[in-house]
């Protein structure tokens, strides 16, 4: 799991006033980011199979992309113009040039396979993410810890002190606030 921000004396200044922040707070308050923008802020490795339409284009699920890394392609069709000999299958594409991606959303165009045929899907290896850490991100993260450590939440409907049990109006520690901070790192499927 990443880390979003850390007891550095480089990001104190992402922690309200007054908040004692700890190690197990940034984890929960990272985990919090990480199920509200549904991927990992941080660059990581990724691989899938995208389906390509006729006009040979596609979408990464991850963007921005930083580096596509490995690619095989499974054409429409064999060597013959036909499935005489099973049906096609993945094989490697040496020229990573054969796939035009735009790297801000994800969105990519391919060309055809050595024998001509056009390809039917992709698979894709490639990085994205951001690197490093957006400051709208670690501000977010501090406000989680925030609310994390604080024990008035304004969410809270009822405590219980003796059995440790919170009962909440919403299910969710994502203030609008925090939600329009995060806005441009939620991952949004494009199929």
Known sequence: ???????????????????IASDNLILRASAII???????????????????????????????????????GRPKYGITGDNFFGPPTFTAISDLNTVDVDKEIGALTCGYSPFGAPYDALEVTYTSGWNPIPDKVKVACGLLVA????NHNSNVKSKKDFDFSIEYFGNNLVTPEIADLLSEYVNRPMR
Not at 1 to 19: A, C, E, H, N
Request: a neutral charge.
């Open 1 to 19: 799991m990443t880390r979003y921000l850390t007891l550095d004396d480089g990001d104190k200044p992402y922690f309200p006033s007054g908040v």
């Open 34 to 72: 990480e199920g509200h923008c549904k991927r990992d802020i941080t660059v990581k490795s990724y691989t899938e199979r995208v389906p390509l339409t006729e006009m040979q284009r596609g979408h990464l699920s991850y963007y921005p992309v930083v580096e596509v890394t490995a690619l095989k």
């Open 147 to 150: 609310a994390l450590a604080s």
